[in-house]
């Protein structure tokens, strides 16, 4: 049997944070990682506020995207040697005031650079939070709980903005992740920094060739990107989806809460099962479901078709997510590569609605996406495969 890429996460090696330290890191990644299931909330948004296509919103999300891979990139050669602490107080600070003008601006010019700046600032965040929780005992818990974390704040978002569009306007997504983004700047004094955390057998890199290094990072890498594409390319669209069947917002946004709610689940089983199903299993599964319930969302064509494709789709990804993370967190350079796959994901969840908005575009429908995301999952899930055998 091989040994697996890295020895570090082990528990009686890797750090064990301090409950305050551990709460600052989850609540840092959470607040960023929201922005994930709040896609169609922000089309939605710009669609009815500034009166643009839906392809054109769904471009401007893939915008904030790409600005938040580019920062996250950026950051993953040096994030070993930059001060954790201060990079997560400033770029949260720096989303949250982004987040704020958002929703106060009313030129579309103007709006596109704010969401810019907000991707930037939540790039470095996230991608500090993710590489310090390759250090934790387990990271893979670390990672299901900042998942569940994040559905709790959406589960919240999704129950508070359809009430207070009529009050605030269309903006009203964006003043409240602003004031959520606040309250987390304020926990960041007890976010921990890279010198509170080092330990001996970090120090170690194992008997591994840097070309086996290589091959399983290439190949988590593959997999967790291809997942994050193939669910981006239909999931920002599922109120306009939801709007095609003549479903109403209020309706979309109860299913939504309920979606969001119901996912919780699949954090929660993460957690518990942790490795006791081993690892190629629980991220095959996951990986078929979504590329399943994907694939009805997009075919939806009532209510119950709707809801129970939305809810599949939402619970298997909030599955794998822990998952995959906990296999980037075996590399040996596990910080790096957490900082890169942030990058990684949050380009393709760029690149997705930019996809999607470009097939619509051109006279394309929700069917066409639908078969393009399962292409993607079939590649992703291939991948997993192969690097969860690195392991064996």
């Given at each position: 049997m091989r040994e697996?890429?890295?020895?570090?996460?082990?528990?009686?090696?890797?750090?064990?944070?301090?409950?305050?330290?551990l709460a600052a890191m989850i609540a840092v990644a959470c607040i960023v990682e929201v922005v994930i299931y709040l896609g169609p909330f922000f089309i939605n948004s710009m669609v009815n506020r500034?009166?643009?296509?839906?392809?054109?919103?769904?471009?401007?999300?893939?915008?904030?995207?790409?600005?938040?891979?580019?920062a996250s990139g950026i950051l993953a050669k040096r994030v070993l040697d930059v001060p954790a602490r201060k990079v997560a107080f400033f770029s949260l600070l720096l989303a949250a005031t982004a987040n704020l003008l958002s929703f106060h601006v009313a030129d579309f010019s103007v709006f596109v650079v704010t969401r810019m700046v907000a991707g930037i600032g939540g790039g470095c965040a996230l991608a500090i939070a993710t590489s310090m929780a390759t250090r934790a005992a387990n990271p893979?818990?670390?990672?299901?709980?900042?998942?569940?974390?994040?559905?709790?704040?959406a589960v919240i978002l999704f129950s508070s903005i359809p009430p207070a569009v009529p009050l605030l306007g269309s903006g009203a997504v964006y003043l409240c992740l602003a004031g959520l983004t606040f309250l987390v700047v304020a926990v960041t004094v007890w976010f921990p920094?890279?010198?509170?955390?080092?330990?001996?057998?970090?120090?170690?890199?194992?008997?591994?060739?840097?070309?086996?290094?290589?091959?399983?990072?290439?190949?988590?890498?593959?997999s967790i990107g291809g997942m994050y594409l193939a669910q981006a390319m239909v999931w920002p669209y599922v109120e306009r989806i939801g709007d095609s069947i003549d479903l109403s917002?209020?309706?979309?946004?109860?299913?939504?809460?309920?979606?969001?709610?119901?996912?919780?689940?699949?954090?929660?089983?993460?957690?518990?099962?942790?490795?006791?199903?081993?690892?190629?299993a629980p991220t095959l599964t996951a990986l078929g479901l979504q590329l399943i319930a994907t694939l009805c969302l997009a075919l939806s064509h009532s209510?119950?078709?709707?809801?129970?494709?939305?809810?599949?789709?939402?619970?298997?990804?909030?599955?794998?997510?822990?998952?995959?993370?906990?296999?980037?967190?075996?590399?040996?350079?596990?910080?790096?590569?957490?900082?890169?796959?942030?990058?990684?994901?949050t380009l393709c969840g760029a690149l997705g609605p930019g996809v999607s908005g470009m097939v619509l575009n051109l006279g394309g429908n929700y069917t066409v996406i639908g078969f393009l995301s399962v292409a993607v999952f079939l590649a992703a899930m291939y991948a997993a495969k192969a690097a969860v055998r690195e392991l064996d």
């Open positions: 697996p890429v890295s020895q570090h996460t082990s528990s009686a090696d890797s750090f064990s944070f301090k409950s305050g330290a500034f009166a643009v296509e839906q392809g054109s919103a769904g471009f401007v999300v893939s915008v904030e995207l790409v600005a938040l891979a580019l893979h818990k670390v990672y299901a709980t900042v998942t569940f974390m994040a559905i709790m704040a920094d890279w010198h509170e955390t080092e330990t001996k057998s970090e120090k170690v890199t194992g008997p591994e060739t840097s070309r086996r290094l290589e091959r399983y990072d290439a190949l988590i890498l593959l917002m209020q309706t979309i946004g109860t299913v939504l809460s309920v979606t969001a709610l119901i996912s919780l689940l699949g954090p929660a089983t993460a957690h518990y099962l942790n490795d006791r199903l081993g690892l190629l209510l119950f078709y709707y809801s129970v494709s939305a809810v599949l789709m939402t619970t298997a990804f909030t599955f794998a997510v822990p998952y995959l993370k906990g296999l980037v967190a075996r590399s040996a350079r596990a910080p790096r590569l957490a900082s890169t796959s942030i990058a990684l994901v």
